[in-house]
């Protein structure tokens, strides 16, 4: 089982927006909980969005409700984040993640998922 995370847009400044995508491999996106994490230097990792796969209910980080957006195409097994309005405060490595355990999205956003893809840098200039 793989994910491999790509940016779309490169670096951004304050204000900007960036695009990233999650191709997965070996599984199919509509059939497991799907997640975007990041993780600044020096602070723990934070689950931005998850879709569960028990209800199928997205949850969202507060912080990031209202400019965060993730979303999934079925037919190219792709997860994305569209993340607008972007602060400094959003310099992280993202990830994406996958879990075929039933469950909700505020669970595996808090706990984490058991499938990773690799991260990617993305820096919000002031």
């Known amino acids: 089982l793989r994910c491999s995370c790509r940016r779309w847009g490169g670096l951004v400044q304050t204000g900007g927006s960036l695009r990233l995508s999650c191709a997965a491999s070996?599984?199919?996106?509509?059939?497991?909980?799907i997640g975007w994490f990041r993780q600044a230097p020096g602070k723990e990792r934070e689950g931005i969005s998850c879709?569960?796969?028990?209800?199928?209910?997205?949850y969202y980080a507060e912080s990031m409700r209202g400019r965060f957006t993730i979303s999934k195409d079925n037919a190219k097994n792709t997860v994305y984040l569209q993340m607008n309005n972007l602060k400094p405060e959003d310099t992280a490595v993202y990830s994406c993640?996958?879990?075929?355990?039933?469950?909700?999205?505020?669970?595996?956003?808090?706990?984490?998922?058991?499938?990773w893809g690799k991260g990617t840098q993305v820096t919000v200039s002031s």
């Open positions: 993640a996958a879990d075929s355990a039933q469950g909700s999205g505020r669970h595996f956003c808090k706990y984490g998922m058991d499938h």
């Open positions: 070996g599984f199919a996106v509509d059939d497991y909980a």
């Open positions: 879709i569960g796969n028990g209800d199928g209910v997205t």
